[in-house]
């Protein structure tokens, strides 16, 4: 069921990732499928099913409304690695409620712990050479914390909220989702 839900997930991410338009350009990897499978598919993986049929129904919602998910996660992102060029788009882009900022800060406050652990468990494992902290962006590379944080931006408070759920459930177990996602990602991409 899990597996299904993410393949439903990636088959409706596909389109909206292709089609997003960058500033100056489309991005090589715009073209590449096989690898943004192999991506989405370790991503969605570190996460529980409730957070997996949640953002499904993002998408739907998103889908009736003519908003592409993509586009905006990649936009708020902007706002930390080209500020000049996000003010010109920030009104085509959904507000964040405080609501919606409180719960993207808590989970990202576990997401970057369990990301620099494995940093210091295994220094620059499979981070595609970025970054990890926003601080370190530059205009060539953007972070994991800001590639994650405007990831986030893009959710509905549901879906944020069942992610929140899962990562103190996996907290409170002692496991660390990212090392698992940054597994499969690192074996997927051996294949």
Known sequence: MKNDLI????????????????????????DQMANFIVSRHAYWSMYSTPVLQSYLHDLEVA??????????????????????????????????????????????????KWELDIQVEMPGYDTHHRPIQAKDNSLTHTSVETYMTGELQSYSENTLECILAHFLQCSKNNLNPVREYLKTLHNGAKR
């Open 7 to 30: 393949i439903s997930i990636i088959q409706q991410e596909w389109p909206l990732f292709t089609s997003t338009q960058n500033v100056d350009h489309r991005s090589p990897c715009q």
């Open 63 to 112: 889908r009736m409304k003519g908003h592409n998910l993509v586009t905006f996660k990649y936009g708020y992102m902007m706002e930390s690695t080209h500020p000049d060029e996000f003010l010109a788009i920030k009104d085509k882009l959904p507000s964040i409620s405080n609501a919606k900022l409180s719960l993207v800060t808590a989970i990202m406050a576990l997401y970057m």
